[in-house]
């Protein structure tokens, strides 16, 4: 935390290790830095991990923890409306997972590789139902991979410190879905993307900003 952040239009390239072990994370230092000393409610969207809610309780007067991220893996039987002449992704049931969170109320959301486990035909509504949750000036904080990164869709991410994260090890199960560019992302954020930073191992962080 004491390196100098980037500021909000800087390009920046990590050069940070591979992503097996740890990771110092220039996405997350910009995140805490404009988020500032102020008090603050965080969602981690991902496997409840002790060392990950530690984390974020040093951080936040307010954590939630809702595992988004086992939803999205379960069978399709489970979260489509098959009966549909277009079959129809049930967002509703993947929030269902969330403990019950005020809106306006959070100023991060940890949502790690979410957009890469779900179809595109269900990310803007995903994303409309995460902006609800935060109050003006939060941060939403993706990993998406990179187009060669055909494998992964079962990593578990963790944080090892409030700018550092890893994983034990890159999963092996294939991605159903395909990549998404930053176009993509554009088009998906509602204010638009505040911060992309590139990393080595096939992920980027995207960072978006209310």
């Not at 098959?82 to 969170?101: C, D, G, N, Q, W």
């Not at 990179?146 to 944080?159: C, I, R």
Request: glycine share 6%; net charge positive; with cysteine.
């Amino acid at each position: 935390m004491n390196q100098p952040v980037p500021r909000l239009n800087d390009p920046v390239k990590s050069t940070s290790p591979e992503l097996a072990g740890a990771n110092g994370s220039k996405g997350l230092e910009w995140l805490w830095h404009h988020l500032g000393r102020r008090s603050f409610h965080v969602l981690h969207c991902g496997s409840p991990l002790q060392s990950t809610v530690d984390v974020l309780a040093r951080c936040a007067s307010r954590v939630y923890v809702g595992d988004l991220i086992s939803a999205a893996r379960r069978s399709h039987q489970q979260r489509w409306v098959s009966s549909a002449e277009v079959p129809i992704f049930k967002t509703e049931r993947l929030f269902s997972e969330l403990p019950t969170i005020p809106p306006g109320s959070l100023s991060a959301v940890f949502c790690w590789q979410l957009l890469d486990l779900l179809p595109r035909q269900a990310l803007a509504e995903v994303i409309s139902r995460l902006y609800l949750y935060l109050e003006p000036g939060s941060v939403l904080f993706f990993l998406v991979r990179e187009p060669q990164l055909k494998t992964g869709a079962d990593t578990t991410w963790y944080l090892e410190t409030p700018t550092c994260f890893a994983t034990r090890a890159l999963g092996l199960s294939p991605f159903q879905y395909p990549p998404l560019s930053n176009r993509d992302m554009e088009r998906l954020i509602p204010a638009g993307i505040a911060k992309t930073v590139l990393r080595r191992g096939g992920f980027r962080e995207v960072l978006a900003v209310k």
